[in-house]
């Protein structure tokens, strides 16, 4: 499975961005997906994640102002971000839970794309 992230950029606090994730290889193993972000000197944390089921979840920082939503049919994630603050500039990396059953037993994998940089000015 390979992971690509597009959308990020340089945007006003107040403003908007959509973040996109495009899957490839064996999507059809996927299973739960989600985004993540890394600020300079800060761990990388789970800002929402999205079920295969469309169960959603969300860190409390961004609760009603971000968006998570998948078209499997477009193999595609989303993530919705609106009333954009200066806190919120990170790299936004997007991650995939890839489920492989065989005979032996199932096999949980995790994949990442590279990131996509979202920058919030005051």
């Known amino acids: 499975v390979q992971l690509v992230e597009s959308g990020g950029g340089l945007v006003q606090a107040g403003g908007s961005l959509r973040l996109s994730c495009l899957a490839s290889?064996?999507?059809?193993?996927?299973?739960?997906m989600g985004w993540y972000r890394q600020a300079p000197g800060k761990q990388r944390e789970l800002v929402a994640g999205?079920?295969?089921?469309?169960?959603?979840n969300y860190a409390d920082s961004v609760k009603g102002r971000f968006t998570i939503s998948r078209d499997i049919a477009k193999n595609t994630m989303y993530l919705q971000m609106n009333n954009l603050k200066p806190e919120d500039t990170a790299v936004y990396l997007c991650?995939?839970?890839?489920?492989?059953?065989?005979?032996?037993?199932?096999?949980?994998?995790?994949?990442w794309g590279k990131g996509t940089l979202v920058t919030v000015s005051s």
């Open positions: 999205i079920t295969s089921g469309g169960d959603t």
């Open positions: 991650h995939a839970n890839v489920v492989v059953v065989t005979i032996e037993g199932k096999n949980v994998f995790d994949y």
């Open positions: 290889g064996r999507t059809i193993d996927i299973d739960s």
